[in-house]
């Protein structure tokens, strides 16, 4: 009698367990669904959290032990949560109606945003370059615990993967220079998706569905004084006009609304193809110094950190792909450097910039800067 009533106690629980697994499967999409609709109606304030996390990394270590793994794995987490807060938004930003204004959007983000559009396998390969940067400081660390192979090891696997994404980015470009970040930046304006999200959330409360055009566009400056600066829409076309700027910023908007020769030109032309062996060989040679840097860390620097042979490699690879790149540019465009887009001379400028951070590596950091 006994195992009677247990047997049927347990085919209870069993049909209870099994009629509540939907739902449990149900949850998970259920939250991450709420945290998009509250990063899409909090967007002024994500990077005001992402810095706040961003600051704790400076008061973790040395509070405890192994605290500086902790204070970098907490940095690579809030970076990777920034990647995913940047794809929200921008998801968000393509959502909103063609009343509400947008920002601008930057060189870079429109070349980027262009090969995103036209090859799933760019995204894929740049979110891939993306995360390792993020993280490869973290996977050093971890693999330095278990001694210095196993850290240069660790090291030059990432760097030959990095190489590797780019190279396929460069091809997927059709042979033109690699850009940084591979992914377009956050620009957003926080205003719009929030004004949006306002707007959708009143159409909700009043039984309506949003964006089903059944009813009339109200003055944006109506739905709030803080939303007010975004313009007015008009009740019969649906356009906005925007609001006066002030008297005082008379220039700057002037400025805002002159199109350069960059905003014309087609969003693949912000950067030529590299069709010289040359010049191929110098953005070749710029993908491969990590690759050999780490290489010759690896050989040299296991038993003297203070050997000058590997930054001596690494920095001589670097300035002769460099003045590799600039000879070939000075051959292959009219004009020279005047003759370079926006997006080409601020690429260049950054690769300038990142020689000097050969000062805090290798040799040159233990032998000189420290």
């Not at 998706?193 to 909700?204: F, I, K, N, T």
């Not at 803080?226 to 908007?253: K, N």
Request: net charge positive; hydrophobic share 40%.
């Amino acid at each position: 009698m006994a195992v009677a009533h247990a047997s049927s106690t347990m085919v209870n629980i069993y049909k209870q367990a099994q009629s509540r697994v939907p739902e449990t499967i149900s949850l998970p999409p259920k939250w991450l669904h709420m945290y998009e609709d509250f990063i899409t109606k909090n967007a002024s304030s994500v990077s005001q959290i992402e810095s706040a996390l961003r600051s704790l990394t400076y008061i973790i270590p040395g509070r405890f032990r192994e605290s500086e793994l902790a204070s970098e794995s907490l940095h690579t987490s809030v970076q990777l949560l920034s990647l995913y807060h940047d794809s929200l938004l921008s998801r968000a930003l393509s959502r909103l109606p063609a009343s509400i204004s947008r920002p601008h959007p930057t060189p870079h983000n429109r070349y980027t945003k262009y090969w995103i559009s036209r090859s799933p396998l760019y995204q894929r390969v740049a979110l891939l370059l993306q995360t390792i940067q993020y993280t490869e400081l973290l996977w050093e660390m971890a693999a330095k615990r278990r001694g210095e192979k196993i850290r240069w090891r660790v090291v030059v696997v990432l760097e030959v993967v990095k190489a590797l994404c780019r190279v396929v980015l460069m091809r997927l470009t059709n042979t033109r220079p690699l850009v940084s970040p591979p992914l377009p930046e956050r620009e957003v304006d926080p205003r719009a998706l929030e004004v949006e999200a306002g707007v959708a959330e009143e159409e909700r409360e009043d039984g309506k569905v949003p964006g089903d055009g059944m009813e009339s566009p109200e003055p944006v400056g109506e739905r709030g004084g803080a939303d007010s600066s975004l313009g007015w829409t008009m009740p019969r076309t649906g356009l906005s006009l925007p609001s006066l700027p002030d008297s005082h910023d008379i220039s700057e908007y002037l400025l805002k609304k002159v199109l350069t020769a960059d905003d014309i030109k087609p969003a693949r032309q912000l950067l030529r193809r590299v069709t010289t062996t040359q010049g191929q060989v110098a953005e070749l040679m710029w993908i491969a110094r990590p690759v050999l840097y780490a290489l010759a860390m690896q050989k040299w620097c296991q038993e003297d950190r203070k050997s000058w042979r590997p930054w001596v490699l690494g920095v001589s690879v670097e300035i002769a792909a460099r003045q590799l790149a600039k000879k070939d540019l000075a051959e292959r465009v009219a004009g020279g450097w005047r003759g370079l887009t926006g997006l080409e001379r601020e690429e260049l400028r950054r690769r300038g910039w990142g020689v000097g951070w050969w000062v805090l590596r290798g040799g040159f950091y233990e032998n000189v800067t420290k």
